[in-house]
């Protein structure tokens, strides 16, 4: 089992960035695939971003292609997502997630999920 715990979020400009992390607690954070989703009022929870394993491939969402930049750190057992570029259409809450098996594309892969930490981009 893993615990999830988000950080980073905030009020930002739009045009400006910040940097999602998600510390995992456990000793099998690199056995696991992992992700960031976000939910905005009123809307279901999307996928935003996966990885694999090693962290070698990374897989996006075409809304934050080559904004965002997901990575990992399996020493400090760690999940980042660098956000760039950001729209006021990037507010919501920013869940992280894990899954043993498989990457994560979609919700219903998910394994673990992260409280969430809530992103608020202004215009």
């Known amino acids: 089992q893993v615990q999830l715990v988000e950080s980073g979020g905030g009020l930002v400009q739009a045009g400006g960035s910040l940097r999602l992390s998600c510390a995992a607690s456990?000793?099998?954070?690199?056995?696991?695939?992992m992700g960031w989703f976000r939910q905005a009022p009123g809307k279901e929870r999307e996928y935003i971003a996966t990885i694999r394993r090693t962290g070698i491939n990374t897989y996006y969402a075409d809304s934050v292609k080559g904004r965002f930049t997901i990575s990992r750190d399996n020493v400090k057992n760690t999940v980042y997502l660098q956000m760039n570029s950001l729209k006021p259409e990037d507010t919501a809450v920013y869940y992280c997630?894990?899954?043993?098996?498989?990457?994560?594309?979609?919700?219903?892969?998910?394994?673990?999920w992260g409280k969430g930490t809530l992103v608020t981009v202004s215009s």
């Open positions: 997630a894990a899954s043993k098996d498989q990457l994560l594309f979609e919700a219903d892969r998910v394994d673990y």
């Open positions: 456990g000793s099998t954070f690199r056995s696991y695939y």
